[in-house]
């Protein structure tokens, strides 16, 4: 669409005599370095994985995984137990959580109710 302007403003400037410049065609360059360098990131980081960089970067992690000394594996080990442990922490408080609110739901709608039936036998 914006492509569609820029051509018609342009053909628009060339069809009258004498008005068209070279910095009516700045938009279009603009546009057409945007376009290019999109398109180039675009091809890199999409045909990265085909071209076997993905893999070679799997491997290249595998084999500083072995060339990492013990202790930093062992750490490495311990971390993971950690985090999966405080993840397990964390979702059974949660769901703790999720009990205590539902049952202060329910609370408040009994609360409500017998406040309801107070303001009727007062009436």
């Keep these: 669409m914006l492509i569609r302007n820029v051509a018609a403003a342009l053909l628009a400037d060339a069809q009258t005599p004498g008005k068209f410049e070279v910095a009516s065609l700045l938009p279009l360059a603009v546009i057409l370095l945007c376009l290019i360098f999109l398109v180039r990131r675009s091809y890199r980081y999409f045909g990265r994985g085909r071209h076997g960089r ?6 290249e992690k595998r084999r500083h995984a072995v060339d990492k000394p013990v202790d930093v594996l062992r750490w490495e080990v311990e971390m993971h137990e950690t985090a999966r442990a405080l993840s397990a922490q964390l979702d059974s408080k949660m769901s703790a959580l999720q009990a205590l609110v539902q049952s202060a739901q329910q609370e408040a709608d009994r609360l409500e109710r017998l406040r309801e039936q107070d303001e009727k036998a007062v009436a």
Excluded: D, S
């Design 54 to 59: 993905g893999a070679k970067t799997a491997q």
